[in-house]
């Protein structure tokens, strides 16, 4: 059913339709209003769900982990600070292959403290072992929960899931969302099946030290099933589109407009909202540009974005995170995917914008498509403020 | 609760370990409808060594400092499922586990009220890592960060209450015990699971290596303990002090002399009067002077 | 394809800890024993079982040899004697 509804109300609406047994989250900004209206709903009887307060994020994380042990389906979510301080549960989660599923609200990381959007947070935790897709709007916020579910307790995955959605843009945004109906819920999740679990009918010890001899082979399984789990996004995504009339393609990338296009910028979340604009504008000139959307950040589709890219002359890598003393994070996967093939782009510039909630504006689009030019970049900031950088400090 | 199919044998304790005494009680004590959530430590590390495993009970382990939260978040998963009522909930760990690093998520789960058992081992000093001190080291312990030396007498500050602290939340019932008193571990173990509710029990575990006696010497190492006044054995219900293991007290000397952990103080009468004192305040805080009946 | 590491209890025989023993194991004299299984509560191995007077015994495979069974009787019934071949107690 079609609403006008705030972000958050959305995700809290088709968390309920997924019907976790056990909630647990700690508050912080922006991810408040999804908890909130859990914790309402529970309250009125409109959701049958054990809603654990807990003290920190860190049992936030622990809680739903003794809860997926349980073979209970269960649900948390935070950001920043929040990841962070439960960032060795969420390992401890992928490591125990307990099918998780969290929302990660994206927001900057402190020092310095901010609260605004970015994807520092969850791009810090990429190689956590869970599977991450990143939503462009609300109605991809609200479908990626249903098909995080569906992906985290497939038999053949049995991975955590994190959706990651831009806070405040996506979180405190008001759009209109087709809100899933229960039935057709039903009819493409169905209920969890665990494959193991605490059970007294059948006793099982889990979390065991693992010496020498045994550690290597269970991050190996872990990283088959990052590799498999790209083939199950497309299955999933049939799926979804067979009882729900939406159509994510493969759920690895969304190609807009590259057919013939010389100039392409890759993003990540709202952001791309943004760049199809530009991207439709500059098309009308008739300038050949384009976007490729990264939706699968892990596992990354770097078999996909090759098939994309692989005629673009110029490729721009926007990214909205920054990993300090090195390349930016999506820019080093777009450049590897190319290393050592015959064909690619013959510039990959990375730009790296919107940091701390810096808007990121039509007119940052243009500078970007801009300074793609024959001179690689490798690596710079865009919409920095020169008067903010002084030479010394305490001037 | 012979050959127990709930704490198997071949699991890896040192001989003479007080903790595995006090966990095959605990759990058989408990019986084979509880899970248990485990912290990292000996216990985890001795009992569930790939691909082996001690535990006839379903059994996780998580982190170090998160046996409460995952305890909670078991505990939730059985209401939902309908099957709290049925089955146990214990969530256990050593003395830095739960006094320092795990503090804050049982205080949690005390606050929430959950319908679980916290059991600490407490043999006083992060053992499995090779005998660092803890919150919970006594006074004037030797332990590896808390050597004794020309300018130190060990540990300088006193052991962290945490019993008190658990009290302080008005729970239903928080005990200590002793692995040389096991019957009444097993009686306050099985109080304990018959009540709803957040429960706290400290258990006190000599450990024969970091403590340095010899293996055979658990049973009077951990009596002199309590009958020297520095472990006092008492229980709380509801944050009120509802009964206590009367002692007739000995001089501290008496344990101290029986491990190596405090040989450095065995010449130092000064020292030894400080520790006196803490054992004095004790018998008195908690009435555990045995009074001459009449 | 994927690979959490769990046990089942069903599937763990233990290590061999008896082999740990290289001084001393205990020997159940069968004598003076009054079934009060305190040996049997205070093994940190759980390897004593018996239920009746005089009927309690050690699985070696698993004795450490730490003795506090033989600490812990109240009728000194149970000895620590020698682990060398042909002592007491030793098949």
């Known amino acids: 059913m079609k609403e006008f509804i705030e972000g958050s109300h959305a995700i809290a609406e088709v968390v309920k339709s997924c019907k976790p047994g056990v909630i647990s989250a700690y508050p912080i900004t922006p991810q408040t209003h999804i908890v909130e209206d859990l914790a309402q709903m529970v309250s009125s009887g409109e959701l049958k769900s054990q809603f654990v307060n807990v003290e920190s994020e860190h049992s936030a994380a622990s809680v739903v982990l003794g809860g997926s042990a349980c073979g209970v389906r269960v649900y948390t979510a935070t950001s920043s600070q929040g990841l962070f301080l439960m960032q060795e549960v969420v390992f401890n989660i992928a490591g125990m292959r307990l099918p998780v599923v969290m929302t990660c609200a994206n927001r900057a990381i402190s020092s310095p403290i901010n609260i605004w959007n970015d994807q520092q947070d969850s791009i810090s935790l990429r190689d956590a072992g869970w599977i991450q897709i990143y939503a462009e709007d609300n109605q991809e916020a609200v479908d990626f929960h249903l098909i995080a579910y569906r992906l985290a307790e497939d038999k053949r995955v049995m991975l955590p899931v994190m959706v990651c959605m831009d806070g405040f843009i996506l979180t405190h945004g008001m759009e209109t969302v087709d809100i899933p109906e229960q039935e057709k819920v039903n009819k493409f999740l169905p209920a969890y099946k665990p494959l193991y679990k605490l059970d007294t009918a059948d006793p099982i010890s889990m979390g065991l030290l693992a010496d020498p001899d045994y550690y290597m082979e269970t991050r190996f399984a872990l990283q088959e099933t990052m590799r498999e789990s790209i083939v199950y996004l497309s299955e999933i995504s049939k799926e979804f589109n067979n009882v729900f009339g939406r159509d994510y393609k493969d759920l690895l990338v969304e190609e807009y407009q590259l057919k013939d296009a010389e100039k392409v910028i890759v993003a990540m979340g709202s952001v791309c909202g943004t760049i199809k604009e530009v991207v439709d504008e500059q098309r009308a000139k008739g300038k050949k540009v384009g976007l490729l959307r990264i939706i699968s950040y892990r596992p990354f589709p770097y078999a996909r974005v090759y098939e994309a890219l692989k005629d673009v002359p110029k490729v721009a890598v926007l990214d909205k995170s920054v990993s300090l003393g090195a390349y930016a994070p999506i820019a080093v996967e777009v450049k590897s995917t190319f290393f050592g093939k015959k064909k690619g782009p013959k510039v990959v510039s990375s730009f790296v914008a919107g940091l701390g909630g810096r808007d990121i504006t039509p007119e940052t689009i243009y500078e970007v498509f801009r300074r793609l030019s024959a001179k690689e970049v490798n690596f710079d900031f865009v919409d920095l403020k020169p008067e903010l950088l002084k030479e010394e400090y305490g001037e | 609760m012979e050959n127990s199919p709930l704490f198997k044998c071949g699991h890896t304790a040192c001989a003479g370990c007080g903790q595995a005494v006090a966990a095959r009680l605990v759990i058989e004590s408990a019986g084979a409808n509880t899970i248990i959530a485990n912290s990292t430590g000996c216990l985890e590390v001795f009992t569930t060594k790939y691909p082996e495993t001690a535990w006839g009970v379903p059994w996780i382990h998580s982190l170090f400092e998160n046996s409460a939260a995952v305890a909670s978040g078991i505990e939730a998963a059985l209401i939902y499922l309908g099957k709290k009522d049925t089955i146990n909930v214990i969530a256990q760990g050593g003395d830095g586990s739960t006094g320092d690093i795990g503090l804050q998520a049982i205080s949690g789960m005390l606050e929430r009220g959950h319908d679980i058992l916290y059991a600490c081992y407490d043999n006083e000093a992060y053992m499995n890592t090779g005998v660092q001190r803890s919150g919970l080291t006594p006074f004037d312990t030797n332990t590896t960060t808390s050597p004794a030396g020309a300018l130190s007498s060990g540990n300088l500050r006193p052991k962290k209450p945490v019993p008190e602290i658990c009290a302080a939340h008005g729970i239903p019932y928080v005990a200590t015990a002793s692995a040389g008193f096991p019957q009444d571990l097993i009686r306050k173990v099985k109080k304990a699971i018959s009540i709803k509710g957040p429960k706290y029990i400290q258990i006190h575990v000599p450990c024969p290596l970091g403590w340095r006696h010899e293996s055979n010497q658990m049973l009077p190492v951990a009596r002199m303990a309590v009958e020297t006044g520095l472990y006092p054995l008492f229980e709380y219900e509801f944050g009120v002090l509802s009964g206590r293991k009367q002692i007739v007290p000995k001089p501290v000397e008496e344990y101290l002399k029986l491990q190596g952990r405090f040989k450095h103080l065995l010449n130092n009468p000064g020292e030894i009067k400080k520790i006196q004192e803490i054992a004095d305040n004790n018998i008195k805080k908690y009435g555990l002077k045995l009074e001459a009946q009449g | ?91």
């Open chain 3, 1 to 91: 394809m994927f690979g959490p590491l769990t046990v089942k209890p069903k599937n763990s025989k233990g290590d061999k800890t008896g082999s740990w023993r290289t001084l001393l194991r205990p020997h159940y004299l069968h004598k003076n024993c009054i079934a009060c299984k305190m040996c049997l509560m205070i093994c940190p191995e759980g390897c004593v079982s018996g239920k009746e007077k005089n009927a309690f015994s050690v699985d070696y495979t698993f004795c450490k040899g730490c003795g506090l069974c033989a600490d812990i009787c109240p009728k000194k019934d149970i000895e620590m004697v020698s682990e060398e071949p042909n002592s007491e107690g030793v098949s």
